[in-house]
């Protein structure tokens, strides 16, 4: 997702990499990035308080909030990883492991690094302010320094570290599954000589067989690992705001991985799009009847049969509504104005920088009395120009293009 996707690919056979523009996942990525803006406003307004600014719903509108939060988090996330996915062979097929993992340390280590040095504070002032009246009560002081260890985390960098993490280990796999070099005294920075798959290649797509067992897999494997990390989890010393998804992330990320090689995006036929479109709706109205009769706690995990119902609805709505979605864009969505070529670039910026944007929106607005989805859509709507605009003007700054 995040802007060290190179839009690249080798075709079988060539003597050199030739770029491409992939302009319907470029597409796809500026929707993903609207909906994460969309969905951190809805948060701040929703009963789910995970974000650096809140004001928790009174109103039963929250619920609808809450509702569109659940859904993005089904799919939105894993889509994210399997588009870094596939972005990830086609760089390295082209440097090589070493200037590989320089360039993914540099196009992801400095916005982490950034973020939390630099953005993350002033995001987060505000909770500061109010920890430290709190404890200015009692007596107690709370040095800026103290509130930042104890409070620390990455926020929506989060992706970013994982996904870091992600491309070093394909880097130390490519690496030690390499073939030797055929020459003696040949440098070990040479890529693989892989067999690439163009973008633009035809080949066949995968079965619905291998469809059905991987959504199958991804269920059940979900569903085992939230018996030991429900969701609801925090792993603080990471910043994983839901660590009950990892497996779904690792699993579209190796999928994105494979994708690539085999060419799997271009090999969908509309009619497997319009199926999944089907089969993530009719699984969503399925669960619905179901969450609404039982706790919303017994879906998080422990082993309940209700967790894997959730499990299985998760994993059904994803794969579902992924293919759906590369159909569509591949299909209607294959081209680029200048408007959207401006929004692409600017993606990953406004990824890395929409916090401070919103919490300033909302902070903005406090003082409209609202029911929450009415103060939801003003922030959202004027928080989608506004990221945009601040990620132009950040970009235009010397160097910063480079990263972002």
């Given at each position: 997702?995040?802007?060290?996707?190179?839009?690249?690919?080798?075709?079988?056979?060539?003597?050199?990499?030739?770029?491409?523009?992939?302009?319907?996942?470029?597409?796809l990525?500026?929707i993903?990035?609207?909906?994460?803006?969309?969905?951190?406003?809805?948060?701040?307004?929703?009963?789910?308080?995970?974000?650096y600014?809140?004001?928790?719903?009174?109103?039963?509108?929250?619920r609808l909030?809450?509702?569109?939060i659940?859904?993005?988090?089904?799919?939105?996330?894993?889509?994210?990883?399997?588009?870094a996915?596939?972005?990830?062979?086609?760089?390295?097929?082209r440097?090589?492991?070493?200037?590989?993992?320089?360039g993914?340390?540099?196009?992801?280590?400095?916005?982490?690094?950034?973020?939390?040095?630099?953005?993350?504070?002033?995001?987060?002032?505000?909770?500061y302010?109010h920890?430290?009246?709190?404890?200015?009560?009692?007596?107690?002081?709370?040095?800026?320094?103290?509130?930042?260890?104890v409070?620390?985390?990455?926020?929506?960098?989060?992706?970013?570290?994982?996904?870091?993490?992600?491309v070093?280990?394909?880097?130390?796999?490519?690496?030690r599954?390499?073939?030797?070099?055929?020459?003696p005294?040949?440098?070990?920075?040479?890529?693989?000589p892989?067999?690439?798959q163009?973008p633009?290649?035809t080949?066949?797509?995968?079965?619905?067989?291998g469809?059905?067992l991987?959504?199958?897999?991804?269920?059940?494997?979900?569903?085992?690992?939230?018996?030991?990390?429900?969701?609801?989890?925090?792993?603080?010393?990471?910043?994983?705001?839901?660590p009950?998804?990892?497996?779904?992330?690792v699993?579209?990320?190796?999928?994105?991985?494979?994708?690539y090689?085999?060419?799997?995006?271009?090999?969908?036929?509309r009619?497997?799009?319009?199926?999944?479109?089907?089969?993530?709706s009719?699984a969503?109205?399925?669960?619905?009847?179901?969450?609404?009769?039982?706790?919303?706690?017994?879906?998080?995990?422990?082993?309940?049969?209700?967790?894997?119902?959730?499990?299985?609805?998760?994993?059904?709505?994803?794969?579902?509504?992924?293919?759906?979605?590369t159909?569509?864009?591949?299909?209607?969505?294959?081209?680029?104005?200048?408007?959207?070529?401006f929004?692409?670039?600017?993606a990953?910026?406004?990824?890395v920088?929409?916090?401070?944007?919103?919490?300033?929106?909302?902070?903005?607005?406090?003082?409209l009395?609202?029911?929450a989805?009415?103060?939801?859509?003003?922030v959202?709507?004027?928080?989608?120009?506004?990221?945009?605009?601040?990620?132009?003007?950040?970009c235009?700054?010397?160097?910063v293009?480079r990263?972002?």
């Open positions: 997702m995040a802007h060290d996707a190179e839009r690249t690919a080798a075709p079988a056979g060539a003597a050199g990499p030739t770029r491409l523009r992939v302009y319907y996942v470029d597409n990525r500026i993903l990035v609207a909906l994460l803006v969309v969905g951190h406003a809805a948060v701040t307004y929703s009963n789910i308080p995970i974000w600014y809140t004001e928790p719903a009174k109103d039963g509108s929250g909030l809450d509702a569109y659940i859904l993005n988090q089904s799919y939105g996330l894993g889509l994210y990883f399997m588009i996915g596939y972005f990830t062979p086609a760089p390295y097929d440097k090589g492991p070493r200037r590989f993992i320089r993914r340390l540099k196009r992801l280590g400095i916005p982490l690094l950034a973020f939390l040095l630099l953005i993350r504070p002033v995001t987060d002032l505000g909770g302010f920890q430290r009246s709190v404890l200015a009560a009692h007596g107690e002081p709370l040095p800026y320094w103290l509130y930042y260890l409070s620390w985390d990455p926020g929506p960098l989060w992706f970013v570290e994982v996904l870091l993490v992600f070093l280990l394909y880097a130390l796999v490519r690496r599954s390499r073939r030797r070099p055929a020459t005294g040949a440098t070990t920075d040479e890529p693989t892989i067999r690439t163009s633009g290649s080949v066949t797509a995968p079965r619905p067989r469809i059905v991987f959504t199958a897999a991804l269920a059940l494997a979900t569903y085992l690992w939230r018996i030991l990390v429900p969701n609801g989890t925090y792993v603080r010393f990471l910043g994983l705001p839901s009950g998804f990892l497996v779904q992330y699993s579209f990320f190796v999928v994105g991985l494979l994708a090689r085999r060419g799997w995006p271009q090999s969908f036929s009619r497997a799009g319009y199926l999944g479109f089907a089969v993530a009719a969503t109205l399925a669960y619905i009847p179901v969450v609404a009769m039982v706790g919303e706690s017994t879906t998080y995990g422990y082993g309940t049969w209700q967790s894997l119902v959730a499990a299985v609805w998760e994993s059904t709505f994803a794969v579902g509504i992924i293919i759906g979605l159909v569509l864009f591949r299909e209607r969505f294959n081209r680029q104005g200048r408007k959207a070529a929004l692409s670039r600017h990953f910026a406004v990824f920088l929409h916090p401070p944007v919103l919490v300033a929106l909302a902070y903005a607005f406090r003082w009395q609202a029911p989805v009415a103060k939801f859509a003003v959202a709507l004027l928080a989608l120009p506004a990221c945009w605009a601040v990620a132009y003007v950040v235009r700054l010397p160097r293009d990263v972002l």
